[in-house]
């Protein structure tokens, strides 16, 4: 009765372009399959055993079986601040590592939360040296946690994440990840690394629509959780990791589709033959890209050795601005991604994350080829 009404928002949000987006990223067609099904109470029997069947196959994908792996009904960014204002005492100190925008975002959460951040900065398109952060540790030995953005969305840089946990620990500190655009596709080993937070979001490398967190706690974590005033109702841990373990649920109602469609990808994670497998479709995609990237003349950001799995920063060719790139790629009907941060006009960003195939890829190669010649003659 209402189809017209349904053309009329469809022809605003409809796909025009393949989508090279840092996220959302292109979701798979078998995800939005599952997410047109029909709606019905979180705490009905199907939700149950859709919710324990996707906690247990994370607890496999991110290697955390003596870990605790909740879901939660916000964006990446929830968990980030869950993760300051359960496990850090008011006004304790973080060391919080910086290698772009994200880090930026950790340090501002850790002030918004009444904490003290201690910056540990390294230059745009560099990963977190290790000797570096032992120093800042040795220096300051009451800081209560350390954070590491382990996928660098804004410069394409992957941290020596085991190599920089190991530091963490030998320190017997926290170590909170932020793993946005660094779960589903690169790995993560929570309890052989000794990780106490790390999240990801459904928007990133699964392939699924945004409005789900999913993180992974230490024992540490709650047992801190338990002591610390004033966490609020919304990401207090304790309380979610109770309804999940007594309600096979969440303590407010779940982004229910997400889930489903969270919970499809890794079946097809499964039936592709396992983390492996799909882990290194993602390094083949990535180096492609590079290769391709290289190929044009084009120079990466990223410091040879830390170019991310799940997206590329590439800097414009002289004389041209990221943004020009960005538009026309845009009108070829490709969407990349701009640069971000401080360094949005010199650079853009090419994701891999999601719903890509390599036939796409292969084109989006040749219209970057294109694109970067046309504007090298006008500029
Ligand atoms: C590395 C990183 N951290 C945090 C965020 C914020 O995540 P969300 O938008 O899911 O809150 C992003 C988003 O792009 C990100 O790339």
Redesign the pocket.
């Known amino acids: 009765m209402y189809e017209d009404v349904v053309k009329e928002v469809y022809e605003i949000v409809r796909p025009r372009r393949k989508l090279f987006t840092?996220?959302p990223v292109a979701c798979f067609p078998e995800v939005l399959e599952i997410m047109k099904v029909q709606m019905f109470s979180h705490r009905a029997e199907e939700y149950k055993i859709i919710h324990r069947d996707t906690i247990n196959r994370l607890k496999s994908f991110l290697e955390a079986e003596k870990g605790t792996v909740l879901l939660f009904p916000?964006?990446?960014?929830?968990i980030?601040e869950a993760s300051i204002r359960n496990a850090v005492s008011p006004g304790g100190k973080v060391l919080v590592t910086i290698i772009?925008?994200?880090g930026e975002?950790?340090a501002e959460v850790v002030k918004e939360s009444g904490r003290k951040a201690i910056e540990l900065s390294f230059g745009l398109g560099k990963a977190v040296d290790p000797d570096v952060l032992d120093k800042a540790l040795r220096e300051n030995p009451d800081v209560e946690a350390v954070t590491i953005?382990?996928?660098?969305?804004?410069t394409g840089v992957i941290n020596p994440l085991p190599e920089l946990a190991k530091i963490v620990k030998d320190h017997d500190k926290l170590l909170f990840v932020?793993?946005?655009?660094?779960m589903g596709g690169a790995d993560i080993k929570f309890d052989e690394w000794g990780i106490d937070v790390v999240f990801?979001?459904?928007?990133?490398a699964f392939g699924v629509p945004?409005g789900l967190?999913i993180g992974a706690f230490s024992e540490r974590v709650f047992e801190l959780a338990e002591k610390t005033p004033e966490k609020g109702w919304y990401f207090n841990l304790p309380l979610y990791r109770k309804f999940d373990e007594e309600k096979d649920g969440t303590p407010s109602t779940p982004p229910m589709p997400q889930i489903f469609g969270l919970n499809v990808v890794l079946r097809m994670i499964e039936r592709m033959g396992g983390k492996e497998k799909w882990l290194n479709m993602y390094q083949e995609r990535a180096k492609i890209i590079r290769d391709g990237v290289r190929d044009i003349g084009l120079k990466l950001l990223a410091e040879p050795g830390h170019e991310s799995p799940t997206?590329t920063a590439v800097f414009a060719p002289k004389g041209v601005k990221g943004s020009d790139v960005y538009n026309a790629m845009r009108d070829r009907g490709f969407e990349l991604a701009k640069g971000y941060g401080k360094i949005k006009e010199k650079t853009f960003r090419i994701g891999h994350m999601g719903y890509i195939t390599f036939e796409d890829i292969k084109e989006m190669l040749e219209n970057l080829r294109k694109v970067v010649s046309e504007l090298l003659k006008g500029s």
């Open positions: 840092a996220g916000s964006s990446g960014s929830g980030m772009g925008a994200f975002r950790y953005t382990y996928n660098e969305t804004s932020d793993a946005v655009s660094a990801g979001s459904s928007q990133k945004p967190a997206i």
